[in-house]
């Protein structure tokens, strides 16, 4: 049956139908999946987990059934127009919003593939026994299988579908291995299922505050509990920012448009589109952080034994990740803490109360092979094995995806889309930035580096969105194509774009005078996108 007959038959079937068909059809929102379900949203469901237990169940659900709306949005506007997105948006929107967009994508990737380069690295050296390997011929060889993968999926013919293939494979491994882990946890009764479920539904004032067990840690401080309570606040807020922010990032939005073209879609493939995005991209990603966030919170939240023993001292291997915390908390009280000699600063370590000890356990930023660890009385021997695999996958089809994105944006800049020397070259770039990881972040947790990562992106995607939501009422864009009816529509990507803002701007508000600046920013690019919004869609006189 061809494609079209099979798009005829889908729409005209029952709900089973569709799904057999569209199932089969389905493709770029598994891309999509590929890097959504990367090391950001790794880190940003297991940090979430240690610091909020269940309770942020909902949060990452929430983050991705808005990206779905406004996805949806991207995709009826490719699928709807035969110009391209950015060229569009540049022509009937704003110049200096479509460059925003791209310059955006552009910095999300390289600063996200690097994050995903040091996740695959640390998988390497912690879960499958590459401890001993040089940290840049992990990196290398990373570097070397990625690039070759890319230059292959711009080959035409079956070769370009084996990239399909292998993100769909890996994607699967992915939701399969976290998954079985927390069937095991509910199995062996670790997981209280009725916290679960209480943590399904959204509580937005759990946003401000620390948990219940966090806050007994925190009043156990006594005299320092004010700086404890800030600290895990502030903790707490980069950590939910981190998992909204990777559920769908400001490249993602670059990405969608163009691997719709590459399939051929177009305004018959509208209604697969969409069924698309919640198949391939909503779904996966619910199951895979969900997944993560509970093995975390039954392994990590408001617990201290797998970091110090009953003494208060840092179990072997866990010095590094305790002593973050520690020493931020001794900077607050000793203004020179940074200057003192090294047999000093043990001393003040160790004569920190256990219970402030036991707290900065609690918030440490656990590895990737510390979460395998813990599961080892569910899982065995082969915890570290099942972990590395998944996070592994994770890094690769997250770093191929971000690469294929930058190679698309340069591709654009240039105006030289389809030109795999252009594109390849401007896949490279977050590449690099991966390959020299090892140089950019020293941390004692490789995985904490999706952190400012994610938190960076957060920033940025208000562009998107922004962009369109204007394109989506663009008369001179869509014409005809249009939506007539656009009040529930624009209620829905108005919400979206809002709560992208707030984000946004909770992300800055921490950030001093750098923030400002950047909330300062965001504005004038929202007031010139509008003005130019509104200049180029003006009605025409009968």
Known sequence: MTEPDSLTKARQGGFFTKLSIYGRLSGPAWIQAAVTLGGGSLVGALYLGVIGGYEFLWLQPLAMLCGIVMLGAISYVTLSCEERPFRLMQDKVSPTLAWGWLLATVVANVVFCAAQFGLGRGAIESNLGGEGLSPFLITGVLFLLSLGLVALSQRPGPASQVIDHVLKGLVGVIVVAFVGVVGVLIGKGAVPVGELLSGLVPDFGALFRPTSEM?????????????????????????????????????????????????????????????????????????????????????????????????????????????????????????????????????????????????????????????????????????????????????????????????????????????????????????????????????????????PASVTATTLLPIAYLAFFLLMNSRAALGSELPRRRAGLNGLLLGTTGVATLASVWALSGKGSVGILGMGALILLAAIGVLGFLKRNRPQPN
């Open 215 to 451: 806050e007994t840690a925190i009043e156990a401080t006594q005299g320092l509990s004010t700086f404890w309570s800030e600290y895990v606040i502030a903790e707490q807020r980069n950590r939910i920012i981190t998992a909204f922010g990777t559920a769908v990032a400001v490249n993602m939005t670059f990405l969608l448009p163009y691997t719709l073209r590459r399939r051929g879609w177009g305004k018959a493939h509208r209604e697969l589109a969409r069924f698309d995005l919640a198949l391939g991209l909503f779904l996966p990603f619910v199951l895979g952080v969900s997944a993560l966030v509970i093995a975390s919170a039954a392994s990590f939240h408001a617990e201290s034994a797998d970091v110090l023993d009953e003494e208060g001292s840092p179990l072997p291997g866990m010095e590094a990740i305790f002593y973050e915390v520690v020493d931020k908390r001794l900077a607050f009280e000793h203004q020179a803490f940074g200057a003192l000699p090294e047999e000093e600063v043990m001393e003040l370590r160790e004569a920190l109360p256990l219970e402030e000890k036991r707290l900065a356990a609690m918030l440490a930023n656990r590895k990737v092979d510390n979460l395998a660890r813990a599961l080892e009385p569910f899982l065995g021997g082969s915890s570290q094995i099942i972990f590395g695999v998944g996070v592994l996958a994770m890094a690769i089809s997250t770093m191929l995806v971000h690469m294929m994105m930058n190679g698309y944006a340069i591709s654009e800049a240039c105006n030289r889309v389809g030109q795999a020397k252009i594109f390849l070259l401007g896949a490279s770039m977050p590449a690099l930035t991966g390959l020299f990881s090892p140089w950019l972040w020293s941390g004692a947790s490789k995985a904490a580096m999706a952190v």
